[in-house]
């Protein structure tokens, strides 16, 4: 009997150490866990060794590392009737762990359908110009819209980025010509605001050659001086008729 006994209490020990060996969950630093007693949430566990007891209760690891959530591209339309696609990365995490299992059947999925259909509202409420030009302020628009929907789900939108925006080629075309067409714009411009200042300065030099005595003179010579220093320039000297003549009726007058 005492040998049957201590049988069965070894058999027991057995089981019941067996039992207590499957029953330890190791739960990482990045995860959460959730508890079920009989089918009902009791709690959330914190990282370590916890005890679930077999058939009695069940527990859910969820992970609570930060997430990306890349948007495929979306046909969208903008305010001004301009057919595009658009597509982003969506970075969150998960905050309470009990209502991101409890309050939505697979929050991934949620998160990722929420910011498709966030997305195409946004860029409804926006032309293009305003689009292509203010990229970070929708992404934070489309952030807030989609953090403060999924709250109930226990989940916090980190960031929204906008990768591409993709237009169609026509207007890719279109938007071409008319940015050469606004850089041929600038181009004149800043050449006719260069002749400005250039007849500006020429008209102050002026001024002050001619306010000044014998400066216009002393300019003349330095501009002789300048072309005569390189032997392959050929000086034409133009005189006025009078001073011609006059030289002429000199001549005259000596050979007579």
Do not use: C
Request: aromatic content about 6%.
């Amino acid at each position: 009997m005492e040998d049957l006994f201590a049988s069965s209490l070894l058999t027991i020990l057995i089981i019941v150490a067996a039992i207590i060996f499957i029953s330890i969950k190791q739960i990482n630093e990045y995860q959460r866990g959730v508890m079920y007693t009989f089918g009902k949430y009791t709690g959330t566990k914190m990282p370590g060794w916890r005890l679930v007891i077999p058939v009695f209760q069940n527990m859910i690891k969820v992970d609570i590392r930060t997430k990306a959530v890349d948007v495929p591209n979306q046909d969208a339309i903008t305010k001004d009737n301009v057919s595009i696609q658009i597509n982003a990365v969506i970075y969150y995490k998960i905050k309470e762990a009990d209502k991101s299992i409890n309050a939505v059947e697979n929050y991934y999925y949620a998160v990722s359908q929420l910011a498709q259909t966030t997305m195409r509202n946004a860029v409804g409420e926006v032309t293009l110009d305003e689009l292509l030009k203010n990229r970070d302020a929708i992404a934070n628009r489309i952030e807030t819209i989609v953090d403060k929907a999924s709250d109930p789900w226990g989940i916090e939108v980190d960031t929204v980025e906008l990768k591409d925006i993709l237009l169609p080629a026509d207007l890719k075309r279109t938007i071409a010509k008319e940015a050469e067409a606004e850089r041929e714009r600038r181009a004149v411009i800043i050449k006719a605001e260069g002749e400005v200042m250039a007849a500006a300065n020429m008209t102050k030099a002026a001024r002050m050659l001619s306010e000044a005595p014998g400066a216009l003179h002393l300019r003349t010579l330095q501009s002789i001086n300048d072309i005569s220093s390189d032997q392959s320039n050929t000086t034409i000297w133009m005189l006025p008729l009078e001073v011609l003549r006059a030289l002429e009726g000199m001549a005259e007058r000596l050979n007579k």
